[in-house]
């Protein structure tokens, strides 16, 4: 029987387990390991996309005291850094490092509240809208040009 070094802490036989940088998870708990570990990386990304700089040992700190104090995920994070550069037009100085975070996230949640409203209320008038069929009424202006066409036959036969 091996523990899981995760989140639950139990027990598993050794086909249950999955091995992730060196430790030993469940398949629940590998998941949410292996998640985070790709929102960690596309936050960095970003984070050097912001600054041209890879993150300093404060932005990381910033980082890890975002997610284990306030409980917010590298996710949210990285949407919020997303929501003060793009959305808000702000710049952020390096040597603050995501020290506007705090300040913002509220605002982030609540944007994407409002997004996700307004994407479902599209959705739904999608799904409300019908179908139908248009009976086009029959042009009559081709037999009106027909009635006012003059055959050139006809004017050569009465000059003669």
Not at 123 to 129: H, V
Request: aromatic fraction near 14%.
């Amino acid at each position: 029987m091996i523990i899981c070094d995760g989140y639950c802490n139990k027990y598993y036989n050794e086909n249950e387990i999955f091995e992730f940088k060196g430790r030993k998870y469940c398949e629940e708990c590998y998941v949410k390991i292996k998640n985070d570990d790709v929102e960690l990386q596309a936050l960095k990304n970003y984070v050097r996309h912001i600054f041209k700089y890879q993150p300093n040992k404060m932005i990381l700190n910033q980082i890890n005291k975002y997610n284990k104090e306030n409980g917010w995920s590298y996710k949210n994070i990285r949407l919020t850094l997303e929501y003060i550069t793009v959305v808000r037009g702000l710049e952020i100085n390096y040597k603050y490092g995501i020290g506007l975070v705090p300040f913002y996230y509220d605002d982030m949640i609540n944007y994407h509240k409002a997004r996700l409203k307004k994407m479902q209320e599209v959705e739904n008038t999608k799904k409300k809208s019908k179908h139908v069929n248009v009976n086009k009424k029959k042009d009559n202006m081709h037999a009106f040009n027909k009635k006012r066409m003059v055959n050139m036959d006809d004017l050569e036969d009465d000059d003669e």
